[in-house]
């Protein structure tokens, strides 16, 4: 067995490990990567936000097709042919260019050497690694970093392990279109997914435990985009308890009740559960180490080191959030504390989000609830899409944003977006979280026009101008 010598041994190559990777070995460090997938990226990359985005922006072009009347356009014919398996070699070729180009970057670098295999803590300065190629690696390290991800996480529900039945990764390789498709579980995915196969074509149901959707959204917010898909044509049903799932022939019945009531079915070709993601620490050899672990992730401290000094951990396999840049930030952040350097780690109330509803739905910082719940002393300013020029000439007026304040500081906490282009949005949302600007210096701000950009000054100039008054 081969033994190797290195400063710092990253396991997982996704959107957390890679760039830890990357800034440590481009500081200088000697490191080690070792990724057991197909590449790296990891589950964004390859089974999560990547190739959702892929369907849904076919998703949105069918829709843009259809609504050409609108804008005065008369198309040839209303008939739109969807030629799934071109839009699986699109994803392909998307995700072995994102891919390729992550390899390549790591190539570049020296002191960074890229391993494909499983890897195992023998204890809490080794591991054992069996690559790809069948051969066993011996490794030996100062520190250690776990960026494992999570799966998904599957209730126990009778019938759920039938081919029928997908989760969130199965279904983004799916060779067919369903013809009904019922969903369980109201989340991000569930509902991302279930406006892409409505749009494009789809008969969908969505099934959720929780008297809502998107429980972790702005509840205004969220209501307005479960009317919107109701519109649409999705069958929601809120607080259902799915019993079980059985198949005959080629239909799928899944059993469920709403809140006390009598049994109900949905009867489809195609299921897909959406009920959560759970860390991925299977097999990672912890029980060898000091590291402490609960089905809600691995514990770790304010600098994501864990119970054993010098390994840390960061990401999906910490628990919630689980998000694709919270990894990154948090990966980067810990590169800069490993290389001695001062850094602030990243905190949930900075955290950004974007659900890629139709339409989407950007989240940063605090909600109102909960900054209620933080006992803050806060004001909510709102401005309507329907009046705003931007959204009104792209046919996307059916919006809302709500920017929420200390109304001693006048420090934005909160910025909660639901508009076609939302996503966009979030990076000034970001800076406006990060750095606490004031609603007076937003209010001053000068934006373009007409852009959705300039929706962030005119929500706050009343309120400028109505303190203003109040003070003279």
Same mark, same amino acid.
């Given at each position: 067995m081969t033994v190797q010598h290195v400063e710092f041994l990253i396991i997982g190559g996704g959107p957390g490990g890679t760039p830890t990777a990357i800034a440590l070995a481009s500081a200088g460090g000697s490191v080690m990567l070792v990724e057991k997938g197909q590449g790296l990226g990891g589950t964004c990359l390859f089974e999560g936000c990547i190739p959702s985005k892929i369907f849904r922006e076919s998703a949105r072009r069918l829709r843009e097709l259809k609504q050409a009347g609108q804008f005065g356009l008369c198309l040839p014919t209303r008939d739109v042919t969807v030629n799934w398996s071109a839009i699986l070699q699109r994803k392909r070729s998307i995700l072995q260019q994102r891919s390729e180009y992550?390899?390549?970057?790591?190539?570049?670098?020296?002191?960074?050497?890229?391993?494909? =295999?499983?890897?195992?803590?023998?204890?809490?300065?080794?591991? @054992?690694?069996?690559?790809?190629?069948?051969?066993?690696? %011996?490794?030996?390290? %100062?520190?250690?970093?776990?960026?494992? =991800?999570?799966?998904?996480?599957?209730?126990?529900?009778?019938?759920?392990?039938?081919?029928?039945?997908?989760?969130? $990764?199965?279904?983004?390789?799916?060779?067919?279109?369903? $013809?009904?498709?019922?969903?369980?579980?109201?989340?991000?995915?569930?509902?991302?997914?279930?406006?892409?196969?409505?749009?494009? =074509?789809? $008969?969908?149901?969505?099934?959720?435990?929780?008297?809502?959707?998107?429980?972790?959204?702005?509840? $205004?917010?969220?209501?307005?985009?479960?009317?919107? /898909?109701?519109?649409?044509?999705?069958?929601?049903?809120?607080?259902?308890?799915?019993?079980?799932?059985?198949?005959?022939?080629?239909?799928?019945?899944?059993?469920?009740?709403?809140?006390?009531?009598? %049994?109900?079915?949905?009867?489809?070709?195609?299921?897909? /559960?959406v009920t959560g993601r759970s860390p991925n620490i299977d097999d990672l050899g912890l029980d060898n180490t000091a590291v402490r672990y609960d089905g809600h992730g691995i514990k770790v401290n304010d600098t994501l080191e864990t119970? %054993?000094?010098?390994? *840390?951990?960061?990401?999906? @396999?910490?628990?919630?959030? /689980? *998000?694709?840049?919270?990894?990154?930030?948090?990966?980067?952040?810990?590169?800069?504390?490993? /290389? =001695?350097?001062?850094?602030?780690?990243?905190?949930?109330?900075?955290?950004?989000?974007?659900?890629?509803?139709?339409?989407?739905?950007?989240?940063?910082?605090?909600?109102?609830?909960?900054?209620?719940?933080?006992?803050?002393?806060?004001?909510?300013?709102? *401005?309507? *899409?329907?009046?705003?020029?931007?959204a009104q000439i792209a046919g996307c007026a059916n919006g809302l944003l709500k920017i929420i304040f200390d109304k001693d500081s006048r420090r934005v906490l909160g910025v909660h977006i639901m508009v076609e282009g939302a996503g966009e949005l979030m990076g000034e949302a970001a800076l406006l979280i990060k750095t606490g600007i004031p609603i007076e210096t937003i209010a001053a701000a000068i934006h373009p026009h007409p852009t959705l950009t300039e929706s962030f000054t005119l929500a706050v100039r009343n309120i400028v101008a109505q303190a203003a008054d109040l003070k003279s």
């Open positions: 992550a390899l390549n970057k790591t190539g570049q670098l020296s002191a960074l050497k890229t391993v494909f =295999g499983v890897c195992h803590l023998l204890d809490p300065r080794s591991a @054992v690694i069996k690559t790809e190629a069948g051969d066993k690696l %011996e490794v030996h390290f %100062e520190k250690a970093i776990l960026s494992t =991800g999570s799966v998904p996480f599957i209730p126990p529900i009778k019938g759920s392990d039938h081919p029928r039945v997908h989760d969130s $990764e199965s279904i983004l390789n799916i060779d067919h279109i369903p $013809e009904r498709l019922v969903i369980i579980g109201g989340g991000p995915i569930g509902v991302e997914l279930g406006q892409v196969f409505n749009t494009l =074509g789809s $008969e969908v149901s969505i099934l959720e435990t929780a008297p809502r959707i998107l429980g972790l959204v702005d509840e $205004e917010l969220a209501s307005r985009l479960q009317q919107r /898909m109701s519109d649409d044509g999705i069958d929601i049903l809120t607080s259902c308890a799915v019993s079980d799932i059985l198949t005959t022939g080629h239909n799928v019945f899944v059993d469920f009740v709403v809140g006390k009531g009598v %049994e109900q079915h949905k009867i489809a070709d195609t299921v897909l /559960m119970a %054993e000094a010098g390994i *840390y951990a960061v990401g999906d @396999v910490t628990g919630q959030p /689980m *998000y694709a840049h919270w990894a990154t930030a948090q990966g980067l952040a810990l590169a800069q504390h490993l /290389m =001695g350097k001062p850094v602030k780690f990243p905190t949930l109330e900075t955290n950004t989000a974007v659900i890629f509803s139709e339409p989407e739905i950007g989240i940063a910082g605090l909600t109102e609830q909960q900054a209620k719940q933080a006992g803050l002393n806060i004001q909510v300013t709102l *401005y309507d *899409y329907k009046q705003d020029a931007r």
